[in-house]
């Protein structure tokens, strides 16, 4: 098995920054891509940032420019960086990770627990 804990949320004002991470632990031969995701009060979950395990990055468009995603592969961790944060950043984030576990041929995904980002005005 496979756990996921975030780090790093809180309650910050605009303009502010927040720095998430998020470690996996457990049964793990290697993890592919690691990403973080975020939710809105009513709104569908979103990609936020993605990272391969090479180390290729991929943004929303909403973020471009403010956040930094980064991977420490020897620790399985993952790291966003959240710069100038506005109030429409606000949600509960994810962390997510492609895991291939040990002894195992297939690739599965994984969900941390979540951790609340609020960005007031």
């Known amino acids: 098995q496979v756990q996921l804990m975030e780090l790093g949320g809180g309650l910050v004002q605009a303009g502010e920054s927040l720095r998430l991470s998020c470690a996996a632990s457990?049964?793990?031969?290697?993890?592919?891509?690691m990403a973080w995701y975020r939710q809105a009060p009513g709104k569908q979950r979103e990609l936020v940032a993605s990272?391969?395990?090479?180390?290729?990055?991929n943004y929303a468009d909403s973020v471009k420019g403010r956040f930094t995603i980064s991977r420490d592969n020897a620790k399985n961790t993952v790291y966003l960086q959240m710069n100038s944060l506005k109030p429409e950043d606000t949600g509960v984030y994810y962390c997510?990770?492609?895991?291939?576990?040990?002894?195992?041929?297939?690739?599965?995904?994984?969900w941390g627990q979540g951790t609340q980002v609020t960005v007031s005005s």
């Open positions: 997510n990770a492609v895991v291939r576990v040990r002894d195992g041929l297939y690739e599965y995904s994984y």
């Open positions: 990272v391969t395990s090479g180390g290729s990055t």
């Open positions: 457990g049964s793990i031969f290697s993890i592919n891509v």
